[in-house]
């Protein structure tokens, strides 16, 4: 969600199945948002669903042409990041808010 304090999403290996120009893929996801909740308290949903896609290959480059979202399941549960760092245990968290910060850069 746009208004998370922090937020990640991973995806696993691809599956694809191609036939001609057009193929097939499913690849499962798991993504995180902390937000506040009415109460103030920060809360942490984990999110796990996958990924049906459709492609085509057009002029040599091949694009989604079509993406389901299934979204399997979902856990809320506190925040904890900052009993972790009160703990010793130091982490690197970037406090980004906006697009074109340093740390996002092309590879």
Not at 4 to 16: D, I, K, N, P, Y
Not at 25 to 40: A, I, K, P, Q
Request: proline fraction near 3%.
């Amino acid at each position: 969600e746009a208004g998370s304090e922090r937020r990640w999403h991973v995806s696993t290996g691809v599956l694809v199945r191609v036939e001609g120009d057009s193929a097939k893929s499913e690849c499962y996801g798991l993504s995180m948002g902390t937000l506040l909740d009415e109460s103030g308290e920060k809360v942490t949903t984990l999110f796990g669903g996958r990924y049906l896609d459709e492609l085509q290959k057009r002029d040599g480059q091949w694009r989604i042409s079509k993406r389901t979202y299934i979204a399997d399941w979902a856990h809320q549960f506190p925040d904890g990041l900052e009993e972790v760092m009160a703990g010793g245990l130091a982490l690197n968290v970037l406090r980004i808010a906006a697009p074109g910060h340093e740390a996002y850069r092309p590879l």
